[in-house]
């Protein structure tokens, strides 16, 4: 494939092109005009500019297209070429996002894609290759020299099988080396700022000592199960702003069919010579040691103002410590996500549109809430040990038993139960099929998996939300001769 690409370059030779109010360099790339007429898109369906875009592209390149990956690979690349370059109120852009998917549904496209762009544009543009940093780090060390010798001190790194690598290093368990990299991570999402500095590191041998790193910005790319990752989420790791650092997003759609076409998709020349353009900006900006900050239209700003409001309010209202952390950062996130977008547009003059706000508010939203849901029903953390995830497994059981017909829940409530089920009556042997191999009931602390199905089905009488037939009722009107129960509380299992 061939593709009209900017010339190769030497970023320390040249300057960047700052702009001015009424001109514009003769190669530029192609910019994006919103009007407020627009019907701004918002998430999940793709933003305006360069990102979206992006996103297009590793959509339709994936054997397994999915909308969430697309979009989390295209943020996290675009954030970890500008992430220094461009600031938004004194903040670089750099961001920490986390796709959540069932293994084969098709989440490794959100690295892929990036690397089949970043290796059509380093045939022409050298130095951008340093915008993609390693997959893995096994240590504060290891991360803050990659990172001091990084030139630009500017990257994404794209790391599979997040919860597993961040397992260990979150754990309470956790060793003071991997307790350190934790605190660094923490650390870096902060410092993409202009004036910003990573300090220097000493050691017993002074010839390991890593010097000062000014405005490193680092962003990650994670992919996980959703099991995996939230199984090392917990409120202590929330609250002190570790998990509160990332944007989460969960792919509910099916599995998509397989793509036949993806094989032959490749980016165009269009898309390659804007990616190049953001790339030479972006490096001869950091080798200037020059910052843009990325201007917020009167439009934009209120959208913010009223976004960063609500999440005052939240965290304000919240009673605990890991909502108070979700909360707070809802803004800013918000904002780093917007300017990102904004520099997509627009990399020579970029101004945060109200198309950019709405869209970065939404994504932002849709992952506190997320994150806060998760907490609320007892799914993060140790599930084995966990009341609210029993009762909740089984108000989904439930609540499908009554809402499918009968042929699809025949073999879980057995072949006499149909009567039962007519009446909306719920078999005792449905809900312990349904549930029995489940987390929180097969490893929970009670010997066998159907003492914590009895125990939890205790609870939802007591609480009034089931009722236990009479086994006299059951068999005179049923001819059933097991246990089942009626529901007492119809909107205990509603979605």
């Keep these: 494939m061939s593709s009209k690409l900017l010339t190769p370059f030497n970023a320390r030779d040249h300057k960047p092109w700052l702009g001015e109010s009424m001109s514009w360099p003769v190669e530029r790339p192609y910019s994006y005009i919103v009007t407020e007429a627009e019907d701004f898109p918002e998430f999940p369906a793709l933003p305006i500019g360069l990102v979206g875009e992006i996103a297009a592209f590793i959509e339709a390149k994936a054997p397994r297209p999915m909308r969430s990956a697309a979009l989390i690979g295209a943020l996290g690349f675009v954030a970890g070429i500008v992430g220094r370059a461009y600031n938004v109120k004194g903040s670089g852009l750099n961001e920490y996002f986390v796709l959540l998917a069932p293994s084969a549904s098709g989440k490794?496209?959100?690295?892929?894609?990036?690397?089949?762009?970043?290796?059509?544009?380093v045939a022409k543009v050298p130095d951008a290759a340093t915008f993609i940093g390693p997959g893995d780090v096994s240590s504060k060390p290891a991360?803050?020299?990659?990172?001091?010798k990084s030139n630009p001190p500017c990257f994404a790194m794209f790391i599979p099988e997040f919860g597993e690598w961040i397992e260990p290093i979150v754990s309470p368990k956790a060793s003071e080396a991997r307790q350190s990299l934790r605190k660094m991570l923490l650390d870096l999402s902060e410092k993409g700022g202009k004036g910003s500095v990573l300090r220097k590191s000493a050691y017993a041998d002074s010839a390991n000592n890593?010097?000062?790193?000014?405005s490193p910005a680092v962003t990650i790319v994670?992919?996980?199960?959703?099991?995996?990752?939230?199984?090392?989420?917990?409120?202590?790791n929330t609250g002190n702003g570790f998990f509160a650092r990332f944007i989460i997003l969960q792919s509910e759609d099916r599995v998509a069919p397989y793509n036949e076409g993806h094989a032959s998709v490749e980016p165009s020349a269009q898309l390659l010579e804007e990616l190049a353009s953001l790339c030479s900006q972006s490096l001869n900006l950091n080798?200037?040691?020059?910052?843009?900050?990325?201007?917020i239209s009167e439009s934009a700003t209120a959208e913010l103002t009223d976004f960063r409001n609500t999440c005052d309010e939240g965290r304000d209202q919240a009673q605990d410590e890991y909502k108070r952390a979700v909360w707070g950062r809802g803004y800013v996130h918000a904002s780093r996500v917007a300017g990102v977008l904004a520099v997509g547009r627009n990399l020579y003059k970029p101004t945060i549109e109200i198309c950019d706000a709405r869209w970065a508010i939404s994504l932002v939203t849709?992952?506190?809430?997320?994150?806060?849901?998760?907490?609320?029903?007892?799914?993060?953390?140790?599930v084995s040990q966990s009341e609210v995830a029993r009762l909740n497994e089984i108000r989904r059981a439930i609540r499908r038993y009554l809402v499918v017909a009968w042929p699809e829940v025949a073999s879980y409530a057995g072949a006499n139960a149909s009567a039962l089920h007519r009446m909306r009556i719920v078999p005792y042997g449905y809900i312990l099929r349904s549930v029995t191999k489940l987390k929180p009931f097969k490893d929970a602390a009670f010997g066998k998996s159907s003492e914590a199905v009895k125990h939890t089905l205790r609870i939802m009488v007591e609480s009034g939300e089931l009722a236990e037939m009479s086994k006299a009722v059951l068999s005179k009107d049923f001819d059933y001769a097991g246990n089942a129960y009626a529901i007492a509380r119809p909107e205990s299992f509603l979605e």
């Design 366 to 382: 849709c992952s506190i809430e997320r994150l806060l849901n998760k907490f609320e029903d007892g799914e993060v953390g140790d």
């Design 222 to 236: 994670g992919d996980s199960n959703p099991t995996t990752f939230f199984e090392v989420v917990s409120e202590r």
């Design 108 to 121: 490794e496209a959100a690295t892929k894609g990036p690397e089949i762009l970043l290796n059509a544009v």
């Design 210 to 214: 890593i010097e000062d790193v000014h």
């Design 143 to 148: 991360l803050h020299r990659y990172t001091a």
């Design 287 to 295: 080798h200037a040691k020059t910052v843009v900050e990325v201007e």
